[in-house]
């Protein structure tokens, strides 16, 4: 049983943390340069292609592990902490209230 809920306590915080870095994302006032390294973070950890690749023991995901954190941290850095911090109340708003916070679609109705 305690297994099962670590699981789901680890489930929520990564679902937090990426709804956090897409809400920094979205944010226009993100500057331009965190922008892209979010990108390239994402874009790093879905592509095929690794600086060493993952059939390697042990090396092969060590890039995984140093790379995408270390782009976000980086992208994070360069984000003013206002920013941070209106993101991170419109998560905690979204998930006590569900409600939609501004700069996302109401999937449900339709709208754009």
């Known amino acids: 049983m ?14 937090g943390r990426v709804g956090l870095y897409r809400l920094v994302y979205r944010d226009p006032r993100t500057p331009r340069v965190a922008r892209w390294l979010l990108a390239a973070a994402v874009g790093y950890l879905l592509s095929p292609i690794d600086i ?6 042990l090396l092969g995901h060590v890039d995984d592990v140093l790379i995408v954190p270390g782009l976000i941290a980086l992208a994070l850095r360069l984000v003013p902490a206002e920013i941070i911090a ?3 109340a419109q998560l905690r708003a979204y998930e006590m209230t569900g409600a939609i916070g501004k ?3 109401d999937r449900t109705s339709g709208g754009s």
Not at 52 to 57: F, N, Q
Request: proline share 8%; charged share 35%.
């Open 52 to 57: 060493i690749p993952d059939w390697i023991p």
């Open 86 to 88: 209106d993101c991170r």
């Open 103 to 105: 700069g996302q679609r």
């Open 2 to 15: 305690k297994l099962i809920h670590r699981y789901r306590v680890a489930v929520k915080w990564c679902r």
